[in-house]
């Protein structure tokens, strides 16, 4: 008897692991849609690829994340996607690619022997991952090197060597800014060493000495740059407009047209970013995602041969015809059939991309007309990176 009931248990616990485990019902889509994710760290973030396109502008954000910052955080979630737009165009209004690389600096939950310096992005086209990022960040009280962060920046990322290319480091913190082994003299030289401007912001909240926005002003002087003092703790205010729904709608149609050739991870990546920045933009204002639609719109991501506009057979003859690098919907389709599809997304993203610069011009025009409307404060980061990108480039333009 004892036997026959070891036997039953046996079968029984067998089949609830088949249930478990083989089930047709338990199967998994090629990509399930992610519930709105809390990132708690950076560890949480899904991890950029590394070989990703230069750009012709490379922008890097040095984030002072003490107790103290939680209002600077905030201002760069919602003006990262103002920051970028600003550096789309030249002042000729000619279409650049924009790169992204992100640092968080003076928190004491960083490693004490990299300096409380943590790289949480290189520099990449891939704007929904940095603000992902930029979600993962939380403040905590540590020693604050700001020198040390520059250096670590203009040491670590893949700065372009062309001259045409636009450099740009920010760095943005409330502490003295000469702490720590790097004096603000090598990092500065350093800096310029690359052709890489350097954007000195102070964050004056409360309890701002004397000696450390004289520091922070010593620093704009080596960067021979102004100075922008901010008001971390200033919620920036964003004015909605009629079209901004319809451009958010038509920017979720552009999205579909995307096709990603490469790795199964890189797929992944991109489309676990995408989902998680999607989450978060529709927590913040229209205005917000509409300009996220905006800067996404001209933005041209890693892997996606619809947004590089090449012939749809030159494509396919850059990857080889390796069907490992083909996305799952064209795996076992001809040359031809691949070719035709890419084809009709390209011209689909075109009418997507020309309708959404049409409702953004309304958009400008609308906003010009409201007496009270002047962008982003100045005394805001968003509003300071701009100020100096007027400073050295020109009139400041419309995105």
């Known amino acids: 008897m004892r036997y026959l009931w070891y036997s039953m248990y046996a079968f029984v616990t067998g089949l609830a692991v088949y249930a478990l485990f083989f089930s047709p019902g338990r199967r998994q889509p090629a990509h ?6 809390a990132v708690v760290t950076p560890t949480d973030v899904p991890v950029v690829d590394p070989a990703v396109p230069q750009g012709d502008v490379q922008i890097a954000l040095l984030l002072d994340t003490s107790s103290s910052m939680d209002g600077l955080i905030e201002q760069a979630r ?6 970028v737009g600003e550096m789309q165009t030249d002042d ?8 992204v690389a992100l640092y968080q600096y003076g928190n004491s939950r960083l490693d004490q022997s990299m300096g409380f310096i943590e790289k949480l992005s290189d520099l990449t086209p891939e704007l929904d991952a940095v603000s992902v990022r930029l979600y993962s960040l939380h403040t905590g009280g540590g020693k604050e090197y700001a020198p040390q962060a520059i250096l670590r920046a203009v040491e670590e990322l893949a700065w372009s060597d062309e001259d045409s290319v636009e450099k740009v480091i920010v760095i943005a913190g409330n502490e003295g800014f000469s702490q720590g082994p790097v004096s603000e003299d090598d990092a500065m030289k350093a800096a310029e060493a690359k052709g890489i401007r350097v954007i000195p912001i102070f964050c004056a909240n409360g309890g701002t000495s004397t000696s450390a926005i004289s520091s922070w002003r010593r620093a704009a002087s080596l960067a021979h740059m102004d100075l922008e003092t901010i008001d971390p703790d200033k919620v920036v205010a964003k004015v909605d407009t009629p079209y ?10 552009l999205e579909e047209t995307k096709v990603i050739f490469g790795s199964d991870h890189l797929r992944d990546n991109a489309y676990t970013n995408q989902v998680e920045a999607t989450n978060y933009a529709a927590a913040a204002p229209m205005a917000v995602q509409a300009e996220r639609a905006i800067v996404q719109s001209r933005q041209v991501s890693q892997g996606d041969v619809v947004g590089q506009r090449k012939g749809a057979k030159g494509v396919l003859q850059s990857y080889g015809g390796s069907s490992s690098s083909l996305p799952p919907e064209y795996r076992g389709k001809s040359k031809n059939e691949i070719a035709q599809d890419i084809e009709k997304k ?3 993203r075109a009418e997507l ?8 011009a309304k958009r400008q025009s609308h906003l010009k007309e409201i007496p009270t409307y002047r962008g982003s404060s100045k005394d805001s980061l ?5 100020s100096q990108l007027q ?9």
Do not use: C, F, H, M
Request: hydrophobic share 30%.
């Open 391 to 399: 400073k050295n480039q020109g009139a400041v333009k419309s995105y």
């Open 92 to 99: 000729k209004d000619k279409a650049r690619t924009v790169t």
């Open 346 to 348: 390209q011209i689909k």
């Open 78 to 83: 919602v003006q990262l996607w103002e920051i």
């Open 32 to 37: 399930p849609t992610p519930s709105p994710v």
């Open 382 to 386: 968003g509003g300071s990176v701009r």
């Open 244 to 253: 901004d729904k319809e451009i958010v709608l038509k920017y979720q149609q």
């Open 353 to 360: 991309e020309q309708e959404i610069q049409e409702l953004n």
